[in-house]
Each structure stands twice: as C-alpha cells, then as structure tokens.
C-alpha cells in the first residue's frame, strides 16, 4: 500500500479487555514518591553550570561587551558571547521560509531582536556564581527603534528586525480553495469582523534543562534533556554544534509539562552542548522562570483576524474569507505551520464549501512562536465559532439550530473539506445531544432570566468544533511551490521484546512523556495484544543513538502513532513466536492461533505453548528450532503516518495531512460581573468524541486540564508587550496561570466514533479541552453581556477589556 | 562565601551542614541533602511547587533561606511512604490527580496539611485550600477528587471508619458508552 | 534566579537587631517572613549586602492587649492573627482581612508587620492599618518612637522607616464590640492575588488600596458616610478624585471604576455585619 490511498478501513471490535480501562497509570508511582527523574534531578561528576545575560532591550545594537570582570570571579570557567558561539556553533536548525535572511542563533550576535534574548552565557561552579557573573558582564546597547505592533511592523518606514530581508514579512500568501467567489456571490448574507488573539503560552511547570557532556575522548556528545522530538531532523542540532551527526546522543528524561513548549526545544541543548564542547566539562543549563516566559522560542499564536463568512439566508454557510496577521517576534523557526493546523479544519465540522485563506507572517521585536496546545487550530476554532454566532446573531437564529443545519453528517466521512485534509469520522449531532442533555440548559435559562432581573448576568455559551490529530510533514512545507525539502516522513517506532520468562519491554524512542500517559497506553495496547497484564508491561525510553525514528507527542498524535508501533511489533512477535509454536507443537501453520496470552492448536485449548514457553526456546535453544528462526524474541515497528498524500501543484489542494479528526461540545455556564469585568464559572460541560479511548479517565484529565488552560487564555494569560517592546509580564504576579479557584466544576461526555483508520479506531485528544475552552467562553461572555450588546473580538478577555466593551457598548 | 553553619532535622533525620548564606532552602534540600522531591517551579514564591513543611506547617521552600531552617523541623514528600505509599499518594494514582508530575510533591504535602486540620473536607473547601499550588496539567478536578479520596481512606484507617459528611460526587468520568461492533465497515 | 550574595546576622533580642542594623548602615535590611523580600531577591531587583534575621527574635513574637490598643510583635506571622481570638473582637477587621492575603503557606511565613513595613499599595494590611489609624513602633539608635499610620505610607514601597530602624510592633485602637460596621473588599485577577482595587470599611473610616502610590484614607468619602448617605454616593465621593497608575491587570480609569465598586459593596457588607470579599 502506498501512502498516498487512505488506509484499509478497520472493522472496530467491540470486544476488548485492555483498550478502555481507566486504569491506574503506569507513570504515577515514581512521581508520587518524588523520584520522577526530571532532568535537574540528574547529576553528573564534575557538572558545571550556566546561566545567560539576557538582553533588556526589545531592539539594539550590540556595540561592545566586557567580560573581564565576569571572568575574574572565582568560580568561573568561561564566558561566551554572541560573537564566539558564532565560532563555537552554527545557526539554530530553521525550518522557517529563509533562514538565512532571518537567521537564528543560539546567542544574539550584533544585535538583540527581543527582551530577554541570550546574549552571552556564563559558566561556573554553581548556578548562584554563574549568575553573579552574569551581573559583572557590560553590555553597551545602541538602541533600535523598535517594531512592536504587527500592523505598524507592514509600513514602509518600519525599522527592519532583520536587515537582509528588506521588510519585516516574512512570509504572505493567499490560498484559494474552491469557488469563493461563486460561492460569495450566490449567497444572501455576509458576516464581517475583526478579531484579535493575543498570544499566552504552555508555561510548564518545569523549564527546559539540559545537560551536555562532550566527551572529548571519544568526540561523542551526550545531551541528557527534557526535550526529543523528530529524532531524524536531530542530525541538524549535531550540525549547529559542529559534531558529526553520528557522534551526538540525546537521552530523554521526563518533562514537567509541555503542552508544546518543549517541542524542538534545542537551543536549550545547543547552549549546553556549545558550553560542554569549550569547556571539555559536563554542563547543565536549565532556564530559570524569566528565562522561560521571556525567552523560551514558544510563544503562542498571536493573530489579528479579518474575516468575512457567507451564508444562505437560512444559514447555511457557504464559503470565507480569512485574512490572518500572525505576529511571529523575532524568529520563524516553524514557518507559518501553525496555520496548516488550522488549514487541516478551517472550515470546523460544518459543510462550508470554499475558502480563501491569507496568512501573512510578520516579524517583530518579541519572543518567537513555537508551539502550544493546539499548535494554531485552537485560534482557528475561535476565530470560526466567533463568526458562526455573528451569523446567528444576524440570522436571528438560535446558536444551537445554526449549527445543525450545517454540520458534516454522520454518513458523509471521510469527508474531505476544501482544504483537502480529511475527516475521518464523526457523529456531531450525538456529541451536540450529549452535551445539551447533560447541560440542563433550561435551567440555566430560567437562571438567567432571574439573574436579568435582579440586575445580574449570566452567560451560557455553546461551541461544536473540530480536534484534528496526528500530523503530516508536508505541513511544514506545502506553504512553498518549490520547497528545499519536501520531506514525508513523521514516524513513531516501539520495540518490544520479550525476555526468557515471557516478560514484555516496550521501547520508546522520543521525549514521549510530557505529562501525557505513553507508558500507560503502550501497557494497555501491549496487554491487549498478549493478554497479559498492563502493569507487568516494562516501558522505556532510548536515547536517539541506535535510536529509531520518533517524533515525540505534539498535534495530539502520541496514542495513535504508539498504538500503530506496537501494533505493528506485536504482528512480528506474533509471527515469530507462531513459527515457533508450530514446531513445538507439531502442527501446521493452520491449526494455529493466538490466544490467551500464547499459542494453541485450534479447539484443543490442552495443546498450547504461552509465550514465555515459546520465549525461552527461542532464547536458549537455537538448536531446537528451525535453521531460519534466529535467537531472541523481539521486534520492532517503524510506524510511519498512515496517512498523508501530497498537495497538488497549485496548492489549491494541500493533501491530506491530519486525517484523524475529533469533535467536542463545550458548555460553559458563567457570571459576568459588569463592575469590574470578572467572570466566574458555574459549571462547564464538556463533550468529546475522540474516537476508541484507551483510558477514558486519562483522556478526561486532558479535557479538565486542557480547558483550564484554555480558560487561561480566554480570560488570564497574556505575554504583554508595551510599545517599546518591553516584556511586562516577566513573573507569576502578572502572567496569570489559573488556580483551583478559577477553574469550574466540571460535566464531562464521552462519545466514541471510532476512526475506520487507526488501531482499535483510536483518534488522537491530548490537546484536549483548550481547542474549545476559549471559543466558548467568548460565547458565553456575550451571552451573558447580550443585554448591553457586547461582543467579545479579543482575547483574553481580560476584566479590563469586558468593562471596555461594556462602556464602549453604553456609549452606542 | 558568606558560610553559616545550621543544624536542622528533615524528614526525622538531623544534619548539620556550612551553607552559604543566600542558599535557597530548595537549592539545599535538593543538591546537599539529595532530596529531589521538592521542585523547582517559579523561584518567585507563587507557583507553589516548592512546598515543603517546616514544624508541620506548608513553606514555599523557594523564598525560604536554608539558614532559616536552622533549628527547625522540615517535612519533604519524601517522608510519606514507608515502604508502602502513603493513602495520599494512593489517592492521587487511583484518582490520576497527576499528569506531569511535577507540582505533585508540593500538593501532596499541602493535601497532608488540608487532611490534617480538617479530615472531613468540603469539595469547595478543598478547591479553596489547594489554589496555593498550579497545576497545569490537569485543571484540578481530579486533583481534588484525590484529596477527597485521601480524606476517605485516611479516615478509615487506624480504628473505627468515620464516615464523611454529605460531599459533592467526585469529578463524573462516564463509562465509556456501548460500542457498535463493526460499525464503521459501511465505509471503504 | 538567584540571590546575590550578603552578609546575614542572626539577632535574638530587638536590641542586637538594632544594632546590627545600625552597623549596617543604607546596606542593611530586616529579614522576617521574607515573602515579599525573597522574591525580589531572587529577582535581584533588590540586593542588600546585609541581611539581619529576626526570626529568632522570640521577645517580638506576641498579639497584646495593652492599654486600649491591640499590639502585633514583629514577628508575629499572619497565619497567628488569623487563628487569635483577641484579633477577631479587637479588631475584626484584620482578621477578616488576613484571610485575603495571599494563601496559607505564605501567611505561615510572612509576618504581620513585614507587610505593613513592605508597604504594597496594593495589599490590604497597610490599608487596613490606615483604616484603623494604628501607629508603627519603631526603634533606631536614638531610642523608641511611634509613627501614626497616616504619616507612615509615604510611596510605593516606601515609608518613613530610616535607616537603622527597626519596626518592632504595629497597633491599632482595641475594639470592644464598639465601632461600628467593618469590611474588606478587594478584587483580584485571581483569588489570593494582590488586589486590583480595594476598599477597608472600619466604622466611618474608609481606606483604599491599589488607587495610588500609598494606601489613601479617603476624608471626603468618609463624612459623607458618617452622615448615613448612600453607599452609591459615598463610593463616587471616594473615588472621582483618584489617578490610579495602570498596569497591565487594568488601566487607570478601570482601576477607579473597580475602586468605587469595592467601596459601595464594602460599605454595605459593613452596614450588613461586617465581612470579606
């Protein structure tokens, strides 16, 4: 089969006896008991440390630094400016549209492009004297006019964040899918609006850390680091280090959270590496929190949205139009693939037929964008939602019956939306039913109606979008007609093995574990397929030496992938421990099957061989089994994606590159208080459809934390800039993460449509509850504001901004 | 170096160390006492996942100096299993209260202290006592439904069960609703 | 993040601190809880050279009634305010306003004076201080003295503590069921932060907190108050006058707007029997 035809379409058992479990987690226990092995746990003989002098200025010239003083403290063994790990290091690994006009380094070398960029790193005994030294280093800056608003950044006269490449557009195109203006002109009605999603970010808990340790014996540099993705682009990090791609191993540890922010995350790596390599001394570096929130090459999503949907006069969308400004700082390592992810649902679950679609990629005295939660679809749902209530609004139509009218029916998957990507699966109107039966939203009417009259409002507001999962890599260049590298590939691969007492080790090969369960689902996956039990399922982790391809968690596609991976190394076990059943049991292939946890002989059940039987035979006994079975029991899967086609050559048609896609409903029942703009929770009902789950309870604990953090971004968090492109928000005081307090009461749905694609139907949900959480609670704001007329077009919508809206509301 | 020398007991053990004195209690119990069960989070004192008790009382070990811990008593997550895990710990894996892991240590002692001053909790009262400690994995709700579960077990043991107050359900996670077997072969 | 290096001195009597602060000179600050302190030294926005430890100060740690007035030591942590019973019929206001401060663990530490001396304009200690027209002990070289609370604020973070001052003791009048209605409402972004904009209703007092560089008693506001007009009223007198600064949690005009809420609703908890929010 080549990989171009959707895969063959599964029959989804019924019957598992793994596959569904909320079991306990197989992670938990080492985290509990505070022996999680992160990866400032690790200690190496001889470890220095580092810490960088960060630049206070949005935009400047480098003109001179002195490091003599900082060199001199006692304790120090070396300081790096920008300008020696250019020598030291080549640029960072760039999959953006030109990095060589655009190029990234570890360190900023003549000039600093945003607040809290690197400018020379420090190394000493201990992270208190590396930062002591930090202190003594003198930076003299010339200062640049900076370019902070991503409209003023398009005017002519704007000072330039990177020279050569003669504007601060880094890319702009406009897509055309479909017949828009057919479609335009045959419909009645046209909703128009312009909003704005101001960029937040993952925040985890922990920050990236990294320990290098460059042997200079043996010229093999060893990175111990909570970030390993795409294993197979790793050969450029041994690029920008200088080492042979061949002599770099990058071990993964757990991480602290990610959510995205630890996707790729290699200039972390990088500057231990470079450290470690000058030094000939094993290095950590691990960001401190200002580090993490100025610096960490992860922000968000941060659009200004024109945007024009049209309708039939009974509401039945038609086509849009999308103008998108995406303001990337001062770098562009991924290109404008956050909106592939939303090119992969832009049209949300309904039957929109055309699109047009213009991304315009600016670059800006700031932090750079990287990934989080949602990777860039999460603002499209928003964005797409916004305008379906306007149209409702317009229409006169309820929230609920416009979006009937217009969802992909249950019959029609796979459904290709004009885009190309597919739908795999769904059944939208039970997840709507789901959610509108466990709301009681009559209640909630007849409270609100209450509240109006004793002056207070309540909000109730409802959402139906699309969660696609497992991505393709053509998404990283379909953007280009003639791209340096096309590549295809964006694998996952497991081990498993199988000891002489029949006891089963999964190898994993990326920074799987962020947080997500990967050692719970391949246990589960694993207990399945040999009826053994989850929690006697050995799972580790390799590094990226005689590591197999990995892609590591990230578009929600660590389940599905996994599950492919063992799926495809537990048909190879079997295969193998079949032949050698046969002869042990003298019997033909035929009269074989697997069962129980072994092999038996069909409708004798007395005749069999479990697996350890078979096992340890295979393991010890190469004399007793035939010439072509070789020792050992173990196989590997290389599970590459299912399903990705190429994008044709106009790129009116991008492929399909994220074919498994989800549906949730979120509910959430809110109170505004129109004094100061605060909104609380009264409960929040949530929906999913994410296809077979593996461990329901698992999936549920990404929909609660997924929304909490898309509470945060609809009303908390916010990377603030002011107009001299000084970061405000440096510190917990003022970037807000929500606590217990602020998160509501929660009514979770399940629904299961399987996808006809995957292993056991399982779709990708990691992402979980942030794809929906800020797409309703803007609909929930202006429901409870509808009296006053509000409608929320920014985001967060923080109570400074609800009073805005109310007041400029009044003055109408 | 500004070297002080202090005497403190930490999970029952006494130490008597020369610190400098602008180390961080954190910074000592991780990289003198090896202890690295008390994470480092914000490093500003707001994020909680630094917690540790000192004379049984939650402390954000991050703003604490380690000389202010001379003379004192300091309990780490390390105190609570012996051998078994401790009914908190069983709590939060049989509620998944955890996905990263990393605040976890911090909240399980918080949980301990909420536990301790109040063995029969509220939902709401609980929610009120842990927003001291982010999470950011998991949004809390199971979190809770681990400390209500701790509550539970932890009054069951040790003699007679006590039971709880009329509470609030724990987080409902459905069953997973019945499948259509082979209903998706329709579609090629 | 962290500290720079200083020199650290461990008092055990309030005299030994005084003197070690005096030999500190501008160098030297007071250690207490540190909750406030510590961050910003993890920071290194601030980074004194000496550090003078008065957490083994035991003679400090105390909550009195002496002479009409309620006296709170200077060591004496907020988590023991919030558990005293002398507080909550001496001055009830404080302990319904110790429970917005922060959150536990960090009232486990920080000590009741500290915040007054950090002088926050938007926390709600000073404030209620201010409200009750307490005084500051302090003792310097030169001997004891006591500062009202109306002089003591005189910027952010500032006060009228010199150098080589110590306060030892804040107080405030001893209520004895007398006084009047109290409350304290504050908004927050989230809950335990420090307030947006709030208001301390103590009687015919009013103070506010977050509205200006210092927590303001609001004088004009508060005849009206005394005078039983509406809480509407009184709120807009409070608060018209005010140039709040802006930040990024809300701008000036909304930080006014926010301001006068808190103070029509403080006033009318206080009117209902007293309270948080």
Known sequence: MTLTEHPPTRVVSGERKWVGQSIRRLEDPKFLLGKGGYIDDMRVRGMLHAALVRSPHAHARIASIDTTAAKQLPGVFAVVTGADAAELTDPMPDFGPAPDKTTWRCLAVDKVRYVGEGVVAVLAESRYIAEDAADLVEVEYELLEPVVDPEAALRDDAALVHEPLGSNVAYERTFTFGDVERDFADSEVVVKDRLRWHRSGGQPLETVGAIANFDRGTGMLTINTNTLSFTSYLFLLAGTLKVPANKLDVIPHPAGGSFGSKLWAVKVSAIAGMLSKVSGRPVKYLEDRVDNIANCDHHGSDRVYDVELALSREGIMRSMRVRSLDDYGAYIQFGVGHHGNALAQVTGPYRIGSVQYTVTAVMTNKCQQGAYRGFGSEVNNWMLERMVDLAAKELHLDPVEIRRRNFIGKDEFPYYIPTGNVYDSGDYERVLDTALELADLDRWRAEQAKAREEGRYIGIGLVTCAERSVFSATEFWFWFDEPGAPVTSMPESVTLSVDATGGITATLYSCAFWGNSPETMVAQLVAEEFDCEPQDVSVVYAGSRNGLPATGPGGSRTTVMLAGAVEGASGRIKDKALKVAEHLLEAAPDDLEWAGGGVQVKGSPDKRKSLADIAIQTHLFKHSLPEEIESGLEASKVYDHPYTTMPNADRSNLGVFYPFVGHACHIPIIEVDPQTGEVTFLKYIAVHDCGTLVNPRSLAGHITGGTVQGIGTALFEEYVYDEDGNLQTQSYMDYLIPTAMEAPEFVIGHCETPSPWTPHGIKGGGEGGRMMAPAAIAAAIDDALAPLGVRATALPATPARIVEWIESAWAR | MNAVRIATTVNGVRYERDVEARMLLVDFLREELDLVGTHVGCEHGVCGTCTVLMNGESIRSCITFAVQADGQEITTVESLANGDMHPLQEAFWEQQGLQCGYCTPGMLLRAQEILAANPDPTREQVKEEISSNLCRCTGYAFIIDAVLDAAQRMRTIGGEPAPGADQEPATEVPEVPERVPGGEEARA | ?277
């Open chain 3, 1 to 277: 993040m962290k500290p720079a290096p200083f020199t650290y001195h461990r008092a055990t009597t309030a005299k030994e601190a005084v003197e070690m602060l005096a030999a500190a000179g501008d160098e030297g600050t007071v250690l207490a809880g540190g909750q406030s302190l510590v961050p910003l030294m993890n920071f290194r926005v601030a980074q004194p050279a000496h550090l003078v430890d008065i957490n083994y100060v035991d003679e400090l740690d105390y909550i009195r009634l002496d002479d009409g007035w309620l006296a709170i030591g200077a060591r004496t942590r907020q988590a023991a305010l919030e558990r005293s019973g002398d507080v909550a019929k001496a001055a009830p206001l404080l302990s319904e306003a110790i429970r917005s401060v922060a959150h536990p663990p960090v009232r486990h530490r920080g000590t009741v004076v500290g915040s007054v001396v950090h002088a926050d304009p938007a926390a709600e200690l000073p404030a209620c201080v201010l409200a009750l027209d307490g005084e500051l002990t302090l003792e310097g070289p030169n001997g004891e003295r006591r500062v009202p609370a109306r002089e003591f604020f005189t910027g952010p973070l500032m006060t009228a503590k010199q150098t080589g001052e110590l306060v030892t003791e804040v107080r405030v009048p001893a209520r004895n069921g007398e006084g009047g209605g109290h409350a304290l409402v504050e908004f927050s972004r989230r809950h335990a932060d420090f307030a947006v904009a709030g208001a301390a209703v103590s009687g015919d007092a009013i103070a506010l907190f977050g509205v200006a560089d210092t927590p303001v008693r609001a004088t004009d506001a508060e005849a009206r108050l005394a005078g039983g007009a509406d809480p509407a009223e009184i709120a807009a007198a409070a608060t018209d006058g005010l140039r709040p600064n802006g930040d990024v949690h809300g701008g000036s005009a909304y930080r006014r707007r926010v301001a006068r809420a808190c103070v029509e609703r403080a006033i009318r908890g206080a009117r209902n029997g007293g309270g948080a929010s």
